[in-house]
């Protein structure tokens, strides 16, 4: 009787999962593993709303793989040290896992591979839909701009996706810990989603993305997709997910897919320089300011800006945010108040359930101007903005209550009233100072 470890990172989910796929195709048992590896936590991802989220993915996947004949078993330490250590209890033939992209993964790799030796088998396409490198220019290990990489990406083949497994046969002996034990006490956003792959899917099938093209940037209409986080712990495939919208079809399809190649785009890009997780992935000797005072204003959503603290607020909330109003926000902190954008990358990472290193330290970097964006310059007038994004004001009453009682437009210019509300505060930074600055040609949006 043959046994081998499908061992799970953000890969959790039954429905495509070629890490699944291959160890049940390896071997006549598996044990899907999953570690809590303290390194996650010493560089500050596990965050009580990722906690809490994970928690949610993990029994969500146990219960999923108990109805066909499995289990999943929880461990903690360091990924490496405890995948060989349930390979020498079980005598695993091999250990299947997912390729990452942060330098985190990578040295997890190599620590696998250190201990498992050719034990070890590294499935690309698990995370993204086209597998990072496999589209490059002539001469270079990445596209460093979106346009060409979005028309490379459509002429390249991907794989098809994997079904669900029907059973699956997991040995008795091995014991872990239970996914409730690892749930925080506290999360830092009361109104967060619940995870895991059966609340994915149900998502996906309720959500109409015949009409995504029309209300995407519809701050009010809350008319995204919200699988971010889902696609974050991989308790939905990119893969699927390209597949399903393409059969679908339409401008709203096609729409999302745009979406979801720019995550595969911010993939290959971190694949490729690593280091642009923290560092300006095109550096211009910039100067950021720093003033504590500001960015604590604009962490607590209390600029002055309304459409810019409803933003925030959501964040502090749900702990995730309108994809507009991100760039809104971030836009708010690196243009208009000039802070450095790994301030707000790290707020951004504290509290979001879609936390993921490569989309958002690249999109900051997008906003600042320190990456990808073929206009650096570019800034978002956080007026013009409001009104494009949300012409009546609906998203800014939803999430400032001060401000709940003004009508129209009126609530995103509250300075401007005869009598402002008290309890509001007022602009950070002056707004005609704000327009002066973009029309001295810094690339108005």
Same mark, same amino acid.
């Given at each position: ?114 201990? $498992?030796?050719?034990? @070890? %088998?590294?499935?690309?396409? !698990?995370? /993204?839909? #086209? +597998?990072?490198? &496999?589209?490059?220019?002539? *001469? ?86 919200? $699988?971010?986080?889902? @696609? %974050?712990?991989?308790?939905? !495939?990119? /893969?699927? #997910? +390209?597949?399903? &919208?393409?059969?679908?079809? *339409? ?100 509290? #979001? +359930? ?92």
């Amino acid at each position: 009787m043959t046994i081998a470890i499908a061992l799970l990172t953000q890969d959790l989910r039954l429905h495509d999962n070629p890490v699944l796929h291959a160890a049940a195709r390896s071997a006549d048992e598996v044990v899907p593993l999953f570690v809590l590896d303290p390194g996650v936590e010493a560089a500050g991802f596990a965050a009580p709303n990722r906690r809490a989220f994970l928690a949610d993915c993990l029994a969500d996947l146990d219960a999923s793989l108990r109805r066909i004949g499995g289990r999943l078993l929880i461990r903690r330490g360091s990924a490496a040290a405890e995948t060989a250590r349930l390979a020498e209890e079980t005598g695993a033939v091999a250990v299947h896992v997912a390729a990452g992209v942060s330098s985190f993964a990578r040295r997890r790799e190599s620590a696998l591979r250190k201990h $498992l030796g050719d034990r @070890l %088998h590294v499935h690309d396409g !698990s995370l /993204t839909a #086209l +597998v990072p490198g &496999a589209a490059a220019p002539a *001469g270079k290990d990445h596209y460093a701009v979106f346009t060409p990489y979005f028309r490379a990406w459509q002429r390249s083949s991907r794989r098809m996706p994997h079904r669900a497994p029907r059973s699956l046969r997991t040995p008795a002996g091995p014991a872990g810990t239970d996914p409730d034990a690892i749930r925080p006490e506290r999360t830092d956003s009361p109104g967060l989603p619940p995870g895991g792959e059966t609340e994915a899917r149900r998502r996906w099938k309720a959500w109409d993305v015949t009409a995504y093209e029309e209300v995407h940037d519809d701050l009010a209409a809350d008319g995204t997709s919200r $699988l971010s986080p889902y @696609l %974050h712990f991989g308790c939905l !495939s990119a /893969t699927e #997910l +390209v597949d399903l &919208a393409e059969r679908r079809g *339409g401008p709203g399809a096609e729409a999302f897919v745009r979406q979801l190649v720019w995550r595969d785009f911010h993939h290959q890009v971190l694949a490729a320089r690593p280091d642009a997780a923290w560092q300006d992935y095109r550096g211009k000797g910039d100067r950021w300011r720093e003033d504590s005072r500001e960015a604590e204003a604009w962490r607590q959503g209390r600029t002055g800006f309304p459409v810019v603290d409803a933003g925030m607020r959501q964040l502090a909330h749900e702990g995730w945010m309108h994809n507009r109003a991100r760039l809104l926000t971030a836009s708010f902190l690196t243009k208009t108040l000039y802070q450095d954008w790994r301030t707000g990358a790290r707020h951004f990472l504290h509290l #979001l +359930v879609d936390g993921d290193l490569a989309n958002n330290q690249l999109n900051w970097q997008w906003v600042a101007g320190t990456g990808t964006d073929t206009r650096p310059n570019r800034v978002l007038n956080p007026l013009t903005q409001a009104d494009r994004l949300d012409p009546d004001g609906a998203y800014v009453r939803r999430w400032v209550p001060e401000l709940a009682h003004l009508r129209g437009r009126s609530v995103h210019r509250p300075w401007l009233l005869e009598r402002p509300p008290a309890d509001y505060p007022a602009p950070l930074v002056d707004p005609g100072e704000v327009a002066a600055r973009l029309r001295r040609g810094r690339g108005l949006d």
